[in-house]
């Protein structure tokens, strides 16, 4: 198959970027969307022109690295699908595709689709310790979890932060992915000491990143690659709002 | 959002229920403005605790107004380069009319005000009984009135759809199956709260209520 790409280019982080467009030919349709970008990169190289940076890594669906904004949509429009998973017999031959990093101001664009994704690093960090006793793994069964609170946990434990929420969301807000790690601890009765001024913590510096506010659109669910509630968010509000008291 | 959302939800409530007293008579209707006036009335002035509730409603919708406002600026500056393409994915009408759809509501308070409160701008004038402003300000003659009254109804319910289980939401009182129901919940509020608040005007308009 064929297609037309248009990719955001921008060399660094000082240039003003703008969209470029380039054409993919004998594109198959097993290869994954990273892979495309692969076979287009070799031909930009031999070409002696620059490869389009993007951010990839395990290419399984499980890192969090790869994302990137396919014709307007995080991680294209296959629903709970990231991008190195997304594959091309999800496009029409001849089809136009839009490419764009995400956009929010405390991702900057590093290159071209590559976002500096630090300041989720510093929301975890915010969140500090959890108090288990170190040593040897404790029994399975030493401290009871009920199976729904279990459930719940590892349905918000399994963000991968690729930053996707943030990218969808009309407000730049970091809501999802921040209610997603405040969540899975705050279930769980390993999280219960920090549990208030984890949440605090965490959304103090949400805020202070520069993220924008929640208004409950829904936009981040619907396009996270691993399908994290919008749950998560009202047991953050829960949390941050007893932690304020 | 939340809290001072919640205040106006409550208002518009008893706003409605107060407008379909038109049904039972003119008499009906002039009667519960004067009881709104002279409630509690040895222990407080004539309008006391009208005057209140006034304070407390203008409080929330400068309040609101605020939160909005803020939350507006934030996603501004979060999102300082656009999106050459963006599509939503997530469902509902209503999340992507609320700004908008807030400012327009609030705009029509303001004509809202003059024509049946202040009866300004409404040929029963300012020194008649409210149930003649209600009457003669919808009459068949002044159906643009009326037009202009039922798009702001309709706004007003797509706002509160969103608004009133987002409230819930913001507040951490949603959590698996109970999303669905207050949802639902918000849902029918609405609904039902337009249909209230249409009842009177159309049925003026059309001469049921004369």
């Not at chain 1, 022109?49 to 890594?57: G, L, M």
């Not at chain 2, 501004?76 to 469902?91: D, E, I, L």
Request: proline share 5%; aromatic share 8%.
């Amino acid at each position: 198959m064929d297609l037309t790409l248009k990719v955001w280019r921008q060399s660094g982080p000082d240039d003003a970027g703008r969209m470029v467009t380039y054409l993919a030919k004998d594109v198959s349709p097993d290869m994954s969307f990273l892979e495309m970008l692969d076979v287009v990169n070799e031909k930009l190289i031999l070409e002696g022109d620059d490869p389009i940076a993007f951010d990839h890594d395990c290419r399984e669906g499980i890192c969090g690295m790869c994302g990137m904004v396919i014709n307007g949509v995080a991680h294209g429009e296959q629903r709970a699908t990231t991008t190195c998973q997304l594959h091309m017999r999800h496009f029409e031959d001849g089809a136009e595709i839009t490419i764009e990093p995400w956009r929010a101001a405390p991702f900057p664009v590093i290159k071209d689709l590559v976002v500096d994704r630090s300041a989720f690093d510093r929301i975890i960090q915010a969140g500090g310790f959890v108090s288990v006793p170190a040593g040897s793994a404790p029994d399975a069964h030493a401290v009871p979890v009920r199976k729904e609170d279990a459930d719940d946990a590892f349905d918000a434990a399994t963000c991968i932060g690729c930053g996707a929420c943030v990218a969808a969301c009309p407000n730049g807000s970091a809501s999802l992915f921040t209610a997603a790690k405040i969540t899975h601890l705050s279930l769980l009765p390993q999280g219960q000491p920090e549990r208030l001024i984890r949440a605090k913590a965490m959304v103090d510096q949400m805020d202070a990143e520069g993220f924008g506010g929640c208004t409950n659109t829904g936009e981040c669910t619907a396009v996270c690659p691993k399908g994290i509630p919008l749950d998560t968010i009202a047991q953050m509000n829960t949390d941050y709002l007893k932690a304020s008291r | 959002m939340a809290v001072t959302g919640a205040v106006m939800v409550g208002f518009l409530a008893l706003h409605m229920l107060g407008n379909l007293k038109i049904f039972y008579g003119r008499e009906s209707f002039n009667e519960y403005a004067h009881w709104l006036r002279t409630l509690l009335q040895p222990f407080l002035p004539y309008r006391g605790v009208l005057t209140l509730l006034e304070i407390g409603l203008f409080l929330a919708v400068v309040l609101h107004m605020w939160a909005a406002i803020t939350l507006t600026r934030r996603a501004r500056k979060a999102r300082p380069v656009k999106y050459v393409a963006k599509k939503s994915q997530a469902t509902g009408y209503a999340t992507h009319i609320m700004r908008w759809g807030g400012v327009t509501i609030a705009l029509y308070i303001v004509w809202h005000l003059l024509d049946l409160t202040f009866g300004v701008v409404n040929p029963a004038g300012f020194n008649s009984a409210p149930a003649d402003r209600m009457i003669e300000g919808f009459q068949p003659g002044r159906w643009w009135v009326t037009a202009v009254y039922v798009i702001a109804i309709i706004l007003v319910g797509l706002h509160l759809r969103h608004g009133i289980w987002s409230a819930f939401q913001t507040l951490g009182w949603v959590k698996g199956e109970r999303r669905r129901i207050v949802k639902l919940g918000a849902l029918a509020f609405s609904a039902v709260l337009v249909l209230g608040f249409l009842a009177p005007p159309l049925a003026i308009m059309f001469g049921v209520v004369k």
